[in-house]
């Protein structure tokens, strides 16, 4: 691992699902792109996973397919750090601490709330502690950079307002992190041209087989635009895909060639699916090969998340003493 002085990057990412090219850009890639630089700390998001009501089996198998899509990204254990929110209760103990430095109007105002709020669903407490739960993951270990996308701003600008405010009451101790969101893989479209998204039905797996794969390219809205028309590039969903994946070169001829027109969306569809295959079908592999090993993959978890527990004890030591807490033993 990095010396102190060294950045330490840190994201997590929720077990709920199928991972899809969103998360792969807006965050996982970002976040390992940097292991060789900074410290990463990528971990498993399963607390904040408990506020949709999955079975037992759906939470092991989505905590799974977490740690083997971390791995199969990329993420090297034996430099970065993986661990599982859920082994670290001190996360939580922070979160109360947290707790009681936001003003309830502020939470009111958080967007996952409000969009909970607006789709007339149960609302739970976690959906509403969502952000302070957030903050802790964030602040407990001490991160600089923080790479999410554009969806997860609001809540980066709350855990920087949280740590603020504890510096001021307290004394210098929790660091302010910096969001890192670039602007190309902010909102990674999804089929339907709006953000991709679990929730929404439209997304492109980062995993699937091919014949999956083909379905959810296929799936891609397009205009009506006939075959011989010349067609808008930057308007259309399957190009700004596409975008994300190709080289400069095969980007720029893509875009000459719906502009000079005979190349209808199928054709697009189709270099866009070649492109998927070259590009995550050694990736797939890697996750196929992980997801064989639960056993390894618990106790990489596990490994990980030991470390942490260590981080995190030492940094909770330091918070309860500025707080005048004198109860903690260790
Ligand atoms: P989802 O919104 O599909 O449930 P998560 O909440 O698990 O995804 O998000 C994990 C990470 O992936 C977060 O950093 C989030 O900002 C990022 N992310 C999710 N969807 C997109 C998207 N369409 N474009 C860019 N980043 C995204
Ligand atoms: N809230 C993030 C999401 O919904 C997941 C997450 C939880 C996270 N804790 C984090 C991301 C800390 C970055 C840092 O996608």
Redesign the pocket.
């Known amino acids: 691992m990095a010396t102190k002085q060294t950045k330490r990057v840190l994201?997590g990412?929720?077990a709920?699902g199928m991972p899809?090219l969103?998360?792969y850009?807006?965050?996982y890639k970002p976040a390992i792109d940097l292991q060789d630089r900074y410290e990463l700390f990528l971990f498993l998001a399963d607390f904040h996973a408990l506020n949709e009501h999955n079975t037992p089996d759906e939470n092991r198998l989505n905590s799974y397919r977490m740690v083997a899509t971390f791995l199969a990204c990329g993420l090297n254990p034996a430099k970065s750090l993986l661990y599982a929110q859920s082994a670290v209760p001190e996360v939580n103990e922070l979160a109360w601490i947290l707790s009681c430095q936001v003003p309830f109007g502020v939470m009111t105002r958080a967007h996952s709330f409000k969009d909970a709020q607006a789709k007339g669903v149960d609302i739970n407490m976690g959906v509403f502690n969502y952000p302070i739960l957030m903050a802790a993951d964030i602040l407990m270990f001490d991160a600089n950079l923080v790479p999410?996308?554009?969806?997860?701003k609001q809540h980066l600008e709350m855990a920087r307002d949280m740590a603020q405010r504890f510096n001021h009451h307290y004394g210098e101790t929790l660091v302010i992190p910096e969001p890192m969101i670039s602007e190309a893989?902010?909102?990674?479209p999804?089929t339907d041209g709006e953000?991709?998204?679990?929730?929404k039905n439209n997304t492109i797996a980062l995993f699937a087989e091919d014949k999956e794969w083909k379905k959810q390219i296929l799936s891609i809205v397009t205009d009506a635009k006939g075959l011989a028309d010349p067609k808008n590039p930057e308007t259309c969903n399957v190009f700004r895909v596409f975008s994300l994946l190709g080289t400069p070169d095969e980007i720029s001829a893509m875009r000459d060639k719906y502009t000079a027109g005979g190349y209808g969306y199928g054709h697009a569809k189709m270099e866009l699916l070649d492109k998927i295959k070259a590009t995550f079908g050694p990736i797939r592999d890697q996750y196929n090969h992980w997801m064989g090993r639960q056993e390894d993959l618990r106790n990489l978890l596990h490994d990980g998340s030991r470390k942490a527990r260590v981080l995190a004890g030492e940094k909770l030591n330091q918070i309860q003493d500025r707080l005048g807490l004198i109860g903690r033993p260790f």
């Not at 999410?148 to 997860?152: A, I, P, S």
Request: no cysteine.
């Open positions: 994201t990412s929720r709920t899809h969103g998360n850009f807006g965050a999410v996308g554009q969806d997860q893989v902010a909102v990674v999804g953000k991709m998204s679990k929730s």
